[in-house]
């Protein structure tokens, strides 16, 4: 399917990063939804696309909303699934519909679903119908066990400020710990800034740039027991998050998270430390490739003429030039013409 302009790329890579954490996060929920393809022709629908679920909430009037925290994605295709998570389309045919998998990006059990729940694309598929129903309910999704080193919440947010801490884990609605904050702070030239005018090695084409992406990433311990727990839950938590990402090209579901090298992780520390809370802190980065879109149109190169000849000689023995080819060439290339 075709990259639309306006792709989110920094958040889709967000997204990549949880699916490889979510061993840490309990068991995934698993099911199925009906996909609707309304167009005159087949659209071939790949794994991990991604879709939010439509809830409702409120009190006498149900107010529906798209919960963004509750992220799933389409599963492989048994049927076109190749190894090593390659392959896996579903094929929606022509004016038809199609039961497709899906998986729960993270584990826990709020990823149980009713049957029914209506899922939306995120971003909308060309040519699909912009939502798609479940068709059964998902009972699978369950809790990391209590005793065991778990992530109770996992969040993308866009900041998280030592100053007001409490502020940003109640606006990210990191609302259960251990957790889990996601930031992206900056795009940068993969190969830093250069004076040439070729870019070094970010230039990689015409239209080709490698920039890498940096994100810092937050566990939030807050153990009631004593100091010292809340110290050794972030620290083990930082260490599994580490052995989970470091040196990734792709994730365990098959989605690409460099474009050029792998997962970097450039430093972990201690970001902040209170009377509740213990705060680690990890700086990723990853390297992707920028392709610039060109709507420009051009007249097409029907042939090119080639005419080259031997020059004469001169006096005494003057002599005419001699032509060495005078042909055409058709463009695309095919046989030699006069």
Known sequence: MTTPVDHDAIEQLARAMFGQLSPLTGTRGTGTVTVNNPTLAAIELPPNMYLL??????????????????????????????????????????????????????????????????????????????????????????????????????VYYEELDAAALERDIHGGRLSQLPGLMLVWQQSLPAEGR???????????????????????LFIVAANRSSDSKRRASGLRLMQAVTRLLTDQQRT??????TSLGSLEILNRSRFVRGDRFYVYALALRLNRLVVRVDNRSFVPWLRTDLEMALPGREAPEPSTPATVVDIGVPIPPGPLGP
């Open 252 to 257: 365990t579901d098959g989605e690409q998270l």
């Open 194 to 216: 250069t004076a040439g005018t070729n870019q070094g090695s970010t230039r990689l084409a015409d239209g080709v740039r490698a920039f890498s992406e940096n994100y810092r």
């Open 53 to 154: 679920p439509v809830l409702s909430h409120g009190t006498g009037t149900n107010i529906a909303e798209l919960a963004d925290d509750l992220v799933f994605k389409i599963a492989p295709n048994p049927a076109t699934a190749g190894p090593h998570e390659t392959g896996g389309a579903w094929t929606i045919p022509a004016g038809g519909s199609l039961p497709v998998a899906i998986r729960s990006n993270l584990g826990g059990a709020r990823h149980n679903m009713p049957a029914g729940t209506v899922f939306k694309w995120d971003p909308p598929l060309d040519g699909l119908a912009l939502s798609a129903v479940l068709d059964a309910d998902i009972t699978d999704a369950a809790d990391a066990a209590e005793t065991a080193l778990a992530l109770r919440r996992v």
